[in-house]
């Protein structure tokens, strides 16, 4: 009831200003018709007064009737811009013919006034310009509303200091951006300056804010305009353009917000004006990558896929891009159920057609795999279950070897034995020449898949990358949580350095690399140039508003078991890699081993996993004889025969 009561409270104005605006439009047309006469408005000729007071009011409300059909009363004119001027332009315009219409067709045969003009009650003349005042003064009124509300949107609540805002960018996004926050009455920031790197756009102004420089002026105009926010406007730009321009961003100790990326955008999961904190992401993502559509649709559209370990980091966003090309059925396979409840409801409600299930068990039972293909009899199945922390698996080596090797081996099998298109391993640099345990096992996974991709008809690849960024147990959440403590930030070593990816970019790479397979490839994911780990903890520690080694300390602590201080892509006995039809996407030679004995030693290795580790590892060692890792450790496991 309060509602509709403000809301006639609201029109009425509205009605009677249109109403007034009308009246004068059509009053002042007749003054400016007869003023070249030299005549003043009283003296306008009689018949024409007499056909002014009695169409008026017929000519008012008709004007009101199709504004009402124009939504004239039911736009927010607080937020007017170029839709809602033609908004007003159409609407006043269709006003007007109708009453000229009516002009020449009605209204004459409605006077009684013997000396009215029969043809029409008023000049052709005042029709056109009865229509251009009421352009204007209709116009004119509700633009006055946004000015209004414009100057007084900007400012906060009582009391509350306005943030002054830098937008990097002066192209389109940076307009949206502008204008978003001068029109928004419950912004708190107010863009007082703009920067952009094309000369061109130097010294003009973006909805009245100048654009003041280039990225190299950012530090100076930060101080000159005082400064407290920076919106990144540059979500299409180079990623090197983008971490050069966030490098000197954050030295400014100025708060960095940024708007979505542009692979955020094209899916869905954010508006371009949103505005999120700049991360790390931001700084060691690249730029887009381009995928191969119809290659992907081919194995993908309407197939029954099984994602194992689906509500992992890699395996959720798998999920995610696979929904993306219409498959059949998508099942998750996953062990940890609170993941994959959370990850199933998001892509009801993102693909609601999409036919989704979740299963509940571990890869490790071979029992359990074989009646999910036996159930679902899927066409591909990316195989992302695995343990993947190489300090815990150090502590545990045998459940690395079962849940990795063994978790491998049964999905491996019932891929064969369902018949099975393609299956797709999601390996690690860690399996080249592994230091630890995990990468052990991992290089074993890839041996799998080699040799099943020559005793199966099914299409057996693995796809192996760096670290990926963000995912659970990394560096990153890691790092934050230890900022978010005061620090100290702990890092192994000052020299030591990763490969990093983001989680989205993986998984495209693994789905296009799944879409080249032909089966017992190893392909190999440019991870792009290694970052130190110590520049990436500064970086972040910027990021979150301190200053690294004043504000937030960083610790080293030494490197942990199995720690490399680099990671490799490819082995020395892999050689070089062969380039495929993606830019990103190489293929790693195959490495020739004893695939008589191969089963066999698998089998000897399942005897001995989590029983006897010195077996265990003497095994491990037969089958990856670049392994290094857990010599150290002989006599420790030799006392130890359960491994856990």
């Known amino acids: 009831m309060i509602s509709k009561k403000n809301n006639l409270r609201n029109l009425i104005p509205q009605i009677i200003i249109d ?41 008012t409300l008709i004007c009101l009737a199709v504004f009402a059909i124009f939504r004239f009363y039911s736009t927010m004119w607080a937020f007017a811009s170029l839709d809602e001027l033609l908004q007003i332009f159409y609407g006043t315009t269709t006003a007007c013919v109708i009453v000229a219409v009516l002009g020449f067709n009605v209204f004459p045969n409605t006077m009684n006034d013997p000396n009215s003009v029969r043809i029409s009650p008023f000049p052709t003349l005042v029709y056109i310009m009865g229509w251009l005042l009421t352009v204007f003064l209709v116009g004119g009124s509700r633009f006055c509303i946004r000015i209004s509300q414009r100057k007084g949107g900007g400012k906060a609540g009582r009391g509350e200091k306005n943030r002054r805002v830098m937008v990097v960018g002066a192209g389109e996004m940076g307009s949206m951006v502008i204008k978003d926050m001068k029109n928004a009455p419950q912004s708190k920031g107010i863009p007082v300056v703009a920067i952009d790197d094309d000369k061109k756009k130097r010294g003009t102004r973006i909805h009245g804010v100048k654009v003041a420089g280039g990225r190299e002026s950012i530090p100076r105009i930060v101080s000159h305009y005082h400064v407290d926010e920076i919106i990144l406007a540059i979500a299409t730009a180079k990623q090197k353009d983008k971490r050069e321009i966030i490098n000197i961003c954050s030295k400014t100790n ?95 409600r993102r693909y609601p057609g999409l036919d989704i299930e979740v299963v509940i068990g571990s890869v490790r039972d071979k029992a359990r795999v074989e009646h999910i293909f036996e159930c679902y009899h899927p066409d591909v199945v990316f195989h992302a279950a695995a343990h993947k922390h190489v300090p815990l698996m150090e502590l545990s080596p045998g459940e690395a070897v079962k849940n990795n090797v063994f978790g491998t081996l049964n999905v491996a099998q019932a891929c064969d034995k369902y018949h099975v298109k393609r299956m797709v391993l999601i390996s690690t640099d860690k399996a080249v020449n592994p230091t630890n345990i995990m990468g052990a096992t991992k290089r074993i996974c890839e041996l799998i898949v080699q040799y099943y991709s020559r005793h199966s008809k099914t299409g057996f690849v693995a796809v192996r990358f760096g670290n990926v960024l963000g995912s659970s147990g990394s560096v990153i959440p890691i790092f934050k949580q230890q900022i978010a403590e005061g620090g100290p930030v702990t890092v192994t070593h000052p020299d030591i350095v990763r490969y990093f990816m983001t989680i989205p970019e993986a998984a495209r790479l693994v789905i296009q690399a799944g879409g080249m397979a032909k089966g017992g490839e190893i392909f190999v994911l440019d991870m792009g140039e290694p970052v130190k780990i110590v520049d990436l903890a500064r970086n972040l520690i910027r990021l979150s508003g301190f200053e690294p080694d004043v504000d937030i300390k960083i610790k080293y602590t030494g490197l942990r078991p199995g720690e490399k201080l680099y990671e490799e892509l490819l082995l020395d006995s892999e050689g070089g890699c062969k380039k495929t039809s993606h830019e990103l996407i190489y293929i790693g030679n195959p490495i020739p081993f004893n695939e008589d004995t191969f089963i066999g030693d698998i089998e000897e290795l399942r005897s001995v996993a989590g029983v006897d580790n010195v077996k265990m590892m003497k095994i491990i060692h037969r089958l990856v004889p670049t392994y290094t890792g857990h010599a150290e450790k002989t006599d420790l496991l030799a006392d130890d025969n359960t491994g856990e």
């Open 19 to 59: 109403a007034l605006c009308v009246f004068f439009s059509y009053w002042l047309a007749f003054v400016f018709r007869f003023l070249p006469d030299h005549k003043i408005p009283f003296m306008i000729p009689q018949q024409y007064v007499y056909a002014f007071n009695a169409t008026i009011p017929w000519i």
């Open 254 to 348: 100025c708060q960095l917000k940024t708007i979505p990326a542009l692979y955020e955008m094209l899916e869905g999961e954010s508006a371009p004006l949103k505005l999120r904190d700049v991360n790390i992401v931001d700084l060691l993502g690249r730029d887009e990558i381009k995928l191969n559509t119809e290659e992907i649709s081919g194995y993908l559209e309407n197939k029954t896929i099984i994602v194992t370990g689906g509500g992992g980091s890699i395996g959720s966003e798998l999920c995610r891009q696979i929904a993306r090309f219409s498959p059949k059925k998508i099942v998750i396979l996953e062990i940890y159920e609170n993941n994959a409840y959370i990850l199933q409801n998001e892509l009801k």
